[in-house]
């Protein structure tokens, strides 16, 4: 009697436990079910519309009943009067990008090395300028930047945006380098600084190559922020020959007659680029965001 | 030194000052030695210039286009503003919290281990990764009563006859702005979230294992603690940002229906560019300072003490 009740304890434990532990796997698997619909919804919807073909978005079907790939193809040969300048806009898009992340990386590891590895005395005050447009929302700004942006004479150019999107992007750039540069030894430098190196080779020779991999986090970050922004694209830039792919594609929904399946054929092909660079440096990204500040 | 000590001898008085002038450069230029803190300054000039043009100029002159009071009492005057402050409110409150809690547990969820929680982070994190214009539009269209995917799969799932999301009620488009705004937003502050519960130690885990403790004890006694100043700054940026956030508005619902869910940041620009008034815009935005200068305050203390904890 005893015996066998000593036997069985254990057993009936376990499968206690085992029972307990696949009711939780089960609930996790629903969990995981409701967050996938949720977040594929949406994307979801962009891709049926994309691929129905002309006149065909007005359906009550929730799959493409005949799906068809012109829209991508009118997208390619910029077959429609909105998108006669698709691809120009698209490399518009793609300048501003470059810019932003070169002038970020610059006037960031720049000032940062100033900061940091210099020492200079009136470092807190940079630290704490950065700060505060770190914490000042963009859209808060917009419209005396944009009157400033015709007093300086730079309507409708693409410089204009550059230098929003830098201003926007330095004081993450500074958070993040100045975090990252406590983990280099300072004794570098000094050993450097004895063997004769200017500032200027300190900076180029040592602390450039040692930040490489802080300067790739945060030149993703700029370029991702260049590509994605929206709202002084849209105010600084007017022409259609100027234009970047965000505005030329909201001006779709502005026109009379909104062609949804050649706007979120645009908007695939102008997601991609920005998805794959995310996943290819995600890690990077993640690392970063976590180290320093964090930015919505 | 040297020369310091023979004019000492010399004459003391002139010495005096000499040294105090050069303590005093000592005292502006740190440990940096002559052209070194030319160097110094010239490397931080960039950003200085960067600074002046692109902040502190257009901050002053904002300040300046919405420095009369008249602005301020014809914003309280008209109905579509205090709808605004309501919108911006509830907007603010509902969305942040809501977005923050769901990404701690969420957060949770995700450090489950095995293939398939990992892929769906993957999945999961792609309304971060994708630009909000396009996922917003998409949204727009998706709410639309007639056409739109999700009344068409109400009826064809269902059978149920959806309203219209976004041109019938004030409630229902500000309800379906808030929700695209968490759904673009929660991934990226899981993921946040995410490093700093990595960085709990795991032994603390095990010593809670080892003192029987529960999964809720474990949480409300050893994660939540560790996260909390975490949790607490993310919050109060997150805050920042929504404020801020002019995308999910402007392109969900863009204002409507009949103006009834603009935010301060979309009415601002509204304001400015299509009522062609700048001053009473950016009174618009301004009118949001008693509520940001005490969150900048606090966030900037904040940023500057968790730094080295983040």
Redesign the interface.
């Known amino acids: 009697m005893s015996a066998a009740l000593t036997e069985s304890r254990p057993a009936r434990r376990r499968t206690n436990y085992r029972r307990r532990r696949n009711l939780g796997e089960a609930a996790?698997?629903a969990?995981?079910v409701v967050?996938?619909i949720?977040?594929?919804?949406?994307?979801?919807?962009?891709v049926?519309?994309a691929l129905e073909a002309h006149g065909d978005?007005?359906?009550?079907?929730?799959w493409p009943v005949k799906p068809s790939l012109e829209s991508f193809w009118v997208i390619l040969t910029q077959g429609h009067w909105y998108l006669e300048y698709f691809w120009h806009q698209f490399g518009n898009s793609l300048y501003v990008g470059l810019a932003t992340v070169f002038l970020t990386l610059?006037?960031?590891s720049?000032?940062s090395?100033?900061?940091g590895r210099?020492?200079?005395?009136?470092?807190w005050l940079?630290s704490?300028?950065?700060?505060?447009?770190y914490?000042?929302?963009?859209?808060?700004?917009?419209?005396?930047?944009?009157?400033?942006m015709h007093l300086?004479g730079l309507s409708n150019n693409l410089w204009a945006v550059i230098?929003?999107e830098?201003?926007f992007a330095?004081p993450y750039a500074?958070f993040i380098f100045q975090?990252y540069g406590v983990s280099i030894p300072i004794e570098l430098d000094e050993a450097a600084r004895i063997d004769g190196a200017?500032?200027?080779q300190i900076?180029y020779r040592i602390y450039l190559p040692l930040m490489a991999p802080a300067l790739v986090a945060v030149g993703t970050y700029a370029l991702l922020l260049a590509?994605?922004e929206?709202?002084y694209q849209f105010?600084l830039l007017s022409s259609k020959r100027s234009m970047t792919v965000?505005v030329a594609?909201?001006q779709f929904?502005n026109s009379d007659e909104a062609p949804?399946n050649y706007?979120?054929a645009t908007?695939?092909v102008?997601?991609v680029p920005?998805?794959a660079i995310?996943?290819a440096f995600?890690r990077r990204m993640?690392?970063g965001?976590?180290?320093?500040?964090?930015?919505? | 030194m040297d020369g310091a000590q023979v004019l000492d001898a010399a004459e003391p008085l002139a010495t005096t000052t000499f040294t105090a002038a050069r303590r005093g450069r000592r005292?502006?230029?740190?440990?940096?030695q002559g052209s070194?803190?030319a160097?110094?300054?010239a490397?931080?000039m960039?950003?200085?210039a960067?600074?002046l043009?692109?902040?502190v100029?257009?901050?002053i002159?904002?300040v300046w286009?919405g420095r009369s009071p008249a602005l301020y009492e014809e914003l309280a005057s008209e109905p579509i503003y205090v709808r605004t402050v309501v919108n911006t409110v509830l907007y603010v409150v509902i969305g942040v919290n809501v977005k923050m809690f769901g990404a701690l547990l969420?957060s949770g969820?995700f450090m489950?281990r095995g293939w398939?929680?990992k892929a769906?982070l993957?999945?999961?994190?792609?309304?971060w990764?994708?630009?909000?214009?396009?996922?917003f539009?998409?949204?727009h269209?998706?709410l639309n009563g007639?056409?739109g995917?999700?009344n068409?799969?109400l009826?064809?799932l269902f059978g149920i006859d959806g309203p219209g999301w976004l041109e019938t009620s004030r409630w229902l488009a500000l309800g379906s702005v808030i929700t695209s705004h968490i759904?673009k937003?929660m991934?990226?502050?899981t993921?946040?979230l995410m490093?700093?519960r990595m960085a709990i130690p795991q032994e603390l885990y095990e010593a809670a294992d080892i003192d029987g403790a529960t999964r809720l004890q474990r949480f409300n006694y050893v994660t939540f603690p560790l996260v909390a100043n975490l949790y607490l700054?993310?919050t109060l940026?997150?805050t920042?940002?929504?404020?801020?956030?002019?995308?999910s508005v402007y392109?969900v619902s863009g204002g409507g229906p009949a103006l009834s869910t603009h935010v301060l940041?979309t009415l601002?620009?509204r304001n400015?560019?299509e009522v062609a008034r700048?001053d009473l815009?950016?009174a618009t935005?301004l009118s949001?300072l008693p509520l940001m200068i005490p969150?900048?305050i606090l966030?900037?203390r904040k940023?500057?003490t968790t730094?080295v904890q983040?």
Request: hydrophobic share 60%.
């Open positions: 996790a698997l969990v995981g967050i996938l949720w977040t594929l919804t949406p994307i979801y919807n962009i049926i519309v978005v007005f359906t009550n079907d929730i610059l006037i960031g720049l000032a090395f100033s900061i210099m020492r200079i005395r009136q470092g940079v704490n300028a950065a700060l505060l447009t914490v000042i929302p963009a859209s808060f700004l917009a419209i005396p930047f944009y009157r400033i300086y230098a929003a830098v201003t330095t500074i975090q200017s500032p200027t900076y590509w994605n929206y709202l105010l965000p594609l909201a929904l949804w706007m979120m908007a695939i102008y997601s920005p998805v995310y996943y995600r993640t690392a965001l976590a180290m320093g500040g964090i930015k919505g | 005292y502006w230029r740190g440990n940096l070194e803190y160097w110094a300054v490397f931080v960039p950003y200085a960067v600074f043009a692109f902040v100029y257009p901050v002159y904002g286009l969420l969820f489950r398939w929680v769906l993957l999945i999961f994190v792609l309304p990764a994708i630009p909000a214009l396009p996922s539009m998409s949204i269209w998706m007639q056409w995917l999700l068409n799969i009826w064809t759904w937003w991934p990226f502050w993921v946040i490093a700093g700054v993310c940026l997150s920042i940002f929504t404020l801020g956030d002019f995308n392109f940041a601002g620009i400015a560019f700048p815009g950016v935005v949001a969150l900048v966030l900037m940023l500057r730094e983040l």
